[in-house]
């Protein structure tokens, strides 16, 4: 994702081509042997290997070594967002949907916190049909955030 990201910002020019590689066209074949996917190719040079594109993004691409640092505090966050979920779907009682909001504030918290480029409940408040500055995806929201929780 912060790949993709930084070639919104126009950082670098990434472009993504699907194979099916049940019936891949013949250039691939004559180009790539039987390597599987994910391959990249940077100025004309093709890497293989997934390590070796990661290591190759790493010294490549501006800020690229960021891509493969795994903040611990939010891994812990994430994987204990999941298991909450889940718990309000299989469940359905109030007490496990309002552990789980509780958890969206501690997620909303650390984001706001820490003032990332990750979307906090403040970037979410949009008007219906607002839109950002350079819009490439949709940008309204149909709902007030708010409305959210008066509504559990």
Known sequence: MDLYLLAELKTISLKVTTVDMQKPPPDFRTNFEATHPPILIDNGLAILENEKIERHIMKSVPGGHNLF????????????????????????????????????????????????????????????HEELETPTFTTSIPIDVNDLSATE
Request: no cysteine; glycine share 2%.
């Open 69 to 128: 640092v795994q903040d611990k505090e939010v891994a812990s966050l994430i994987e204990n967002l999941y298991s909450k979920l889940k718990l309000v779907l299989v469940r359905k009682d109030e007490q496990k949907s309002a552990a789980l909001r509780a958890h969206l504030g501690r997620i909303d918290a650390l984001l706001e916190r820490r003032a990332t480029r990750s979307v906090t409940a403040k970037a979410l408040k949009m008007k219906k």
